[in-house]
């Protein structure tokens, strides 16, 4: 079966929920097409993807992850009939994987940081029996996106907090600190007094330059 055929389920995130709080639906194109249709004026901040299936099944796969979750726990379901969930990223990560192992052409691909460094100490062939190997999206870099050493990156929710880019990668410099950007946006999240209790920063969506978040830049660029 063509590519062409097979669709997604996704895990999208946003730094403007609550702590805590994922989307989980489903789209037959490509998830970043999805991703950018949400962002409208309903959320002040664009969704971020932190993992996908992808099958030709993915109607089932959707109500698969959907009914498992209303099962086992009814009350993290936000709404009544809608896609939001009050779980973690990662707890939502884990049952996509569970997911996967019902469908022979599975392919899971992770998005978030965080997620990719954890099992990136692990075995990537996977613990399922089914479910294809991760797909590793490329990592997001600086020179990917065409930003300088030396260029200075605003926090999203706050343009008079700043760093510096300080190698062509993901470090930046701030409070003479030098940190990946995921760790930044959590040094800087603490500083302020506020924590995502998933402990998942995808540092692209937490940066701006020249006004547009880094996620929204590597979109623009195709990359």
């Known amino acids: 079966m063509s590519d062409e055929e097979k669709g997604y389920v996704y895990i999208l995130t946003n730094p403007s929920f609550k702590d805590d709080w994922v989307k989980i639906g489903k789209s037959s194109r490509k998830v970043n097409v999805r991703s950018k249709e949400l962002d409208n004026t309903a959320v002040p901040l664009p969704f971020a993807i932190f993992a996908t299936i992808k099958t030709a099944k993915y109607d089932k796969a959707e109500r698969f992850i959907h009914k498992m979750i209303d099962m086992v726990a009814p009350d993290i379901r936000i709404r009544k009939g809608r896609e939001f969930f009050n779980i973690t990223p990662v707890k939502a990560y884990e049952i996509l994987k569970l997911c996967a192992e019902q469908y022979d052409d599975a392919e899971i691909e992770i998005y978030d940081e965080d997620l990719i460094n954890e099992l990136g ?96 830049l590597r979109r623009r660029l195709g990359r």
């Open 121 to 216: 100490a692990v075995d990537q062939s996977g613990s399922t029996a089914n479910a294809k190997p991760h797909q590793r999206a490329a990592r997001l870099t600086f020179e990917m996106l065409g930003i300088p050493v030396g260029s200075e990156l605003t926090f999203y929710s706050d343009d008079s907090i700043t760093v510096t880019v300080v190698d062509k990668i993901s470090t930046v410099r701030v409070d003479d600190l030098e940190l990946k950007l995921s760790a930044a946006a959590r040094y800087i999240q603490e500083k302020l007094g506020k924590q995502n209790q998933s402990g998942s920063y995808q540092g692209g969506l937490w940066f701006k330059y020249d006004g547009v978040t880094l996620t929204e």
